[in-house]
């Protein structure tokens, strides 16, 4: 591990346990201020929509101020939104915590860039895989700590939340590295890449088409995450607690695909080979969820939805950030990460309607057919190949 790994994942980890905690109770806790479901959902969705706009911003501040101080900078803004939102009586103040948690949260394509600092072109998958596992952590944990807090009271939990956030910040100030190796802002050709063209907005043009291959996909999944526990009780009548655990298991197996299988699928097949093995076997599970066969379908869907998505996040923010050099990093990944908050509030929307108004099939299928031209969409470059491992490794 290259040095400074070990503090990055813990302070993503950590900060998504946060995440995790408040992520199952806000709906509940908003319905509790006698919100309607409309207002709920304006709610849910101003998080994705702050963190789309924050961040390519925070990314930009990271590339000339460093990664350190932007993400403590996060970690103290997501304490804060924690703090007003389980403060909140009124639902302006609920909608104000949640774009300042959602605006702090954009730190993750920081972390993203922190990693891509200290790591080799060879380690950077794999590295971004341990990381991605990270996320599965928070997913797993965090809800299960708030399910606990709650008993305490509906406020607890975003309290609980706040104060993780607060601690980590303090922890981070002491032992969170500085990553970044030149803060001038100038354009860059280290590690032996060359500076790539820039569009307009400072995006690479090589990383526009993997970005928006990246949204296709992730709109495609997070339909099915957000109709996944409609179509278990509407198929298979299972309880919510039933639901619960069968979203316990996709996370882990999510942890273990990200932790263990990155490296060496994508040592054999390169970052687009992998890119596009993912992408087949989320389409092959979509199309599968989509038939009711039940069980005998339904097993094999999941495995194709989990080691395709596990593969694919990973390897795509790595593809995302080999296009720029340290100079420019931060707010690539940053116009990545904001593409995922757009998935990721267009494709439940739209997975929704389909789901309620069409067919129970129809978010599934027209998922596979989206997967399908993101396929069509990944580039052919040599950097196709499987690179070679090197003969002798050289610590950071």
């Known amino acids: 591990m290259p040095p400074g790994f070990g503090a990055i994942w813990t302070t993503v980890a950590v900060d998504l346990i946060g995440f995790g905690i408040v992520l199952p109770i806000l709906p509940r806790y908003a319905e509790d201020l006698h919100i309607t479901p409309a207002v709920i959902g304006l709610v849910v969705a101003s998080f994705s929509v702050a ?19 932007v993400l403590i900078l996060s970690l103290c803004g997501t304490a804060i939104g924690s703090l007003v939102t389980g403060l909140a009586g009124t639902v302006w103040l609920l909608l104000l915590g949640r774009v300042i948690d959602g605006a702090s949260g954009a730190s993750v394509s920081v972390a993203q860039a922190a990693v891509a600092d200290v790591a080799t072109p060879d380690q950077r998958p794999r590295l971004l895989g341990l990381l991605g596992a990270a996320f599965g952590v928070g997913f797993v944990v965090g809800p299960a700590i708030g399910a606990l807090a709650a008993l305490g009271g509906p406020r607890v939990p975003f309290f609980i939340a706040a104060t993780i956030a607060g601690v980590n910040a303090i922890v981070a100030m002491r032992r969170l590295p500085e990553t970044h190796p030149d803060r001038t802002g100038r354009p860059d050709a280290a590690a032996g890449e060359l500076a790539p063209t820039l569009r307009a907005g400072g995006l690479p043009a090589g990383a526009l088409r993997l970005i928006v291959v990246a949204f296709i996909a992730l709109f495609a999944f997070s339909g099915f995450e957000t109709t996944f526990s409609l179509l278990l009780h509407d198929r298979f009548g299972l309880t919510i607690g039933s639901t619960g655990a069968v979203f316990a298991a996709v996370g882990l197996l999510l942890v273990f695909v990200q932790a263990g299988l990155v490296h060496p699928v994508t040592s054999r097949l390169g970052e687009r080979g992998t890119i596009r093995l993912g992408l087949v076997l989320n389409g092959i599970g979509l199309v599968l969820l989509g038939i009711d066969g039940r069980w005998l379908t339904l097993v094999p869907a999941l495995l194709g939805l989990v080691l395709g998505q596990g593969l694919v996040a990973p390897t795509m923010t790595s593809a995302v950030a080999g296009q720029a ?14 593409a995922g908050a757009l998935a990721r509030a267009v494709g439940p929307a739209a997975a929704g309607v389909l789901y309620g108004r069409v067919a129970i099939p129809a978010p599934y299928l027209v998922g596979a057919a989206a997967v399908a031209v993101a396929l069509l969409l990944v580039p052919r470059t040599p950097s196709d190949e499987p690179r070679p491992a090197p003969a002798t490794t050289t610590s950071a």
Do not use: E, F, N
């Not at 963190?51 to 101080?69: E, F």
């Open 51 to 69: 963190q789309m706009i924050g961040s390519p911003l925070l990314g930009r501040l990271s590339d000339r101020w460093g990664r350190k101080p």
């Open 325 to 338: 050099g340290p100079s420019a990093r931060g707010r690539v990944l940053g116009y990545q990460q904001s």
